[in-house]
């Protein structure tokens, strides 16, 4: 069974721009997660979509935002983006809702964002 | 609240030597627990987890971990280690119940340095 995939998998842009991240999950998987890692932050919650509704957000501005299709593919788009985006993107798939108890997150290489 | 304490930012171990991480948590609620690995350019994969039942959890490559509730740890173990170890280790909290049941809260990190 394929892992979760994730496109592209490196990214330049400048301030200002704005940026589109993919994240396929696992087949069967209707759960998808967004994770922002940086240096500084470590790994940070973004948000969670299942059944292409959001069902949680972190603590991000509204700048950082996604959605989640039929087929369960998400969708992470940044807008206006500032130097301190610059981070590895994660996103990772689970069988269930995170809040239907025990459940386990699989995740993906990353998207590496660079800001310049 | 939930949070979670890696205790070492860097640990070097001689190959063939034991191996230990240590995790300290905190959590409002009975909370399951994870160890991941990253390595370099990858995304994270699950070492092991413990949700409630045996306190001494096993995982892949040798790995081991103990739940400690009165302690609140959950160190991570290795009898002895191998080159491949040498990886970035989290260790995350997910609380059973309560507003933010099932998020995953990462701890800082370990970088694990594995010496010939």
């Known amino acids: 069974k394929a892992g979760v995939t994730q496109t592209p998998r490196y990214l330049i842009k400048t301030r200002g721009q704005q940026v589109t991240l993919s994240c396929s999950p696992i087949?069967?998987?209707?759960?998808v997660s967004w994770y922002q890692q940086t240096p500084g932050q470590g790994l940070q919650f973004l948000f969670e979509?299942?059944?292409?509704?959001?069902?949680n957000k972190g603590n991000f501005p509204g700048r950082f935002s996604g959605r989640q299709f039929s087929n369960s593919r998400s969708e992470m788009n940044v807008s206006t983006l500032e130097l301190g985006d610059s981070a590895l993107y994660l996103c990772?798939?689970?069988?269930?809702?995170?809040?239907?108890?025990?459940?386990?997150?699989?995740f993906g290489p990353g998207t590496r964002l660079t800001v310049l | 609240a939930q949070s979670v304490t890696q205790l070492d930012s860097h640990v070097s171990v001689s190959e063939g030597t034991p191996v230990l991480l240590r995790c300290n948590y905190s959590?409002?609620?009975?909370?399951?627990l994870f160890w991941y690995v990253q390595h370099p350019n990858k995304g994270l994969q699950l070492l092991l987890k413990?949700?409630?039942?045996?306190?001494l959890v096993k995982g892949i490559n040798g790995f081991e971990a103990e739940f400690k509730k009165s302690e609140t740890s959950f160190h991570l173990t290795k009898p002895s280690a191998h080159m491949s170890d040498a990886a970035e280790y989290f260790c995350?909290?997910?609380?059973?119940?309560?507003?933010?049941?099932?998020?995953?809260?990462f701890g800082r990190g370990t970088q694990l340095t594995v010496w010939p």
């Open positions: 979509y299942f059944s292409e509704t959001q069902r």
């Open positions: 995350v909290v997910t609380p059973s119940a309560g507003s933010t049941l099932g998020r995953l809260y």
């Open positions: 990772a798939s689970s069988l269930r809702l995170r809040t239907s108890g025990s459940f386990e997150q699989f």
């Open positions: 959590s409002s609620y009975s909370p399951s």
């Open positions: 413990y949700t409630s039942a045996a306190t």
């Open positions: 087949s069967g998987h209707r759960s």
